[in-house]
């Protein structure tokens, strides 16, 4: 049922039409000419909800898809998107094509030599049509928007075409999208259309970070036995430019790495930790290591030169508090943190900057508190770790992780690592689901490690011991089925327990 037809020769969209003029088309077509898109006669209708439309007179048949392939529900959205675009100061056309007909948008909207479709796609449609509909669109200069029934979700995620998706089937018509850092919620097609047009439809978000979570612990150092505090960041407090918020999970903390975004802010972590009558904070320095192979930025004695404090001890600590510091350094953002399409606003500050900044780096990578990883960062890393077969212990496992390897999986003879395997096959952990289970499709290995950190009752902020492991799998240090196999065995047996003494 068109929202478009010709009153002796003239164009008219129903929808742009006030009571009085349809009442005046009733009065008077029948002594003029009114057809059809199909080029039948044509008769001027409004449905039971007050939304004005042509149908064909009864008994009228045409082969013209948009005559009668169209649901009440696709002709009520595609009215309201063409009132919201025309609100917004855009020119606005109903099921408009090009000569030669090529393609007919549901509406298209002009301004300064701009012109974006927006289309409405209730009914089933797969990825290869939305993308084959979006190359025609290309192929003549037209940006193409698409809002889409839940049931083409999938498909048009799949297609990589720009969309949002109705959150239900009937009036309001409101949409699902979200704000930077935020979770999707109902937004109304109207507000959503002059968003769009507006220009507030963004990719990515600009932020800056206002605060990091600090882990922290003393320990002595192993060359002149005086104490030194350990710290590093795991988590931030985000700001975006239009002035939202958001928590940041970091992930992205090689091992033995050569640099580290702690040294960016550690004037304003010694303000904060300095206070607290804790040793002296252990600076940041190179130092070689035999364990590792190379030479990386560890975290030395604050009393002498020889002693430092490994990164494999670090990562099997378990005595870490937490503090949250204020920063004032600026601290880089990976591309994961704020690569999210987002309904952005001006409030007095800008918008969102599209440009993707030269960070030559250390990068604060993590994902978003609440919202499932979306891409995986790779790191560059000189660790080897190879895992023979599937049935080695969780102990040795982890022995591996951190760079103690044994020929061939021996057994360690200095007592401190035991590696005694198991003769028989372990017994799989039974895989339930995790909070992104119903949300998104999602590895078994990140599964796993989600069910490790809430059988935990780990605070979303705070590190897990598990969370080295998952970013090594993530990261393609570890092979995902190897790594898959790992983190069952943990979620089986607990916490690996730790060396009887430290291996710097």
Known sequence: MPLVAFFDGHRIESYLS??????????????????????????????????KHFAHKAGDLCGLVECWAETPEHRAAKTLTAQAARDAGWQVSVEWSPEGGAWTADVLAELDGRRIALEVQWSRQDAEEFRHRQERYVADGVECFWYVHRRNADEARRSGVPHVVFEGDRDPFDVTAAKAFQQPEATSLHAHVIALLQGLHLDRIQAQTTSVIVQYLSDRCFACKRPSTIWRITAASLLSRCQETGGAIRTGAPLWAAERIETLIAGDIAAVLGKGGLPQLAPLRMHKSKQAGKTYLAYGCVHCRAGFFGDGFLELEDRWQSVT?????SIPLGDELLTQVH????????????????????????????????????YETAAEVSLVGTD????????????????????????????????????????????????????????????LRAKS????????????????????????????????????RGKPILPSRRTR
């Open 18 to 51: 006030t009571d009085e003029d349809w009442d005046q088309l009733k009065g008077e077509y029948k002594n003029r000419v009114l057809t059809m898109k199909c080029g039948l006669p044509g008769i001027p209708r409004k449905s039971k909800r007050g939304l």
């Open 343 to 378: 309904l952005c606003a001006d409030k007095g500050f800008g918008t969102c900057s599209q440009d993707r900044p030269d960070l030559r780096q250390p990068l604060f990578e993590g994902y978003i508190t609440g919202q499932h990883r979306r891409t995986q960062p790779t």
């Open 392 to 451: 080695i212990s969780a102990r040795d496992a982890v022995a591996i992780m951190v760079g103690h390897q044994y020929t061939e999986h021996e057994e360690s003879t200095s007592g401190m690592w035991s590696s005694t395997r198991k003769k028989a096959t372990p017994k799989e952990a039974v895989t339930a689901s995790c909070d992104w289970c119903e949300k998104e499709m999602h590895p078994e290995h990140e599964c796993l490690w989600r069910r």
């Open 457 to 492: 009752n780990v605070d979303p902020t705070s590190r897990h011991w598990s969370d080295g492991v998952h970013h090594r799998i993530a990261s393609g240090i570890i092979a995902e089925e190897a790594g898959t196999a790992m983190m069952k065995r943990f979620t089986e």
């Open 325 to 329: 510091v204020p920063v004032t350094a």
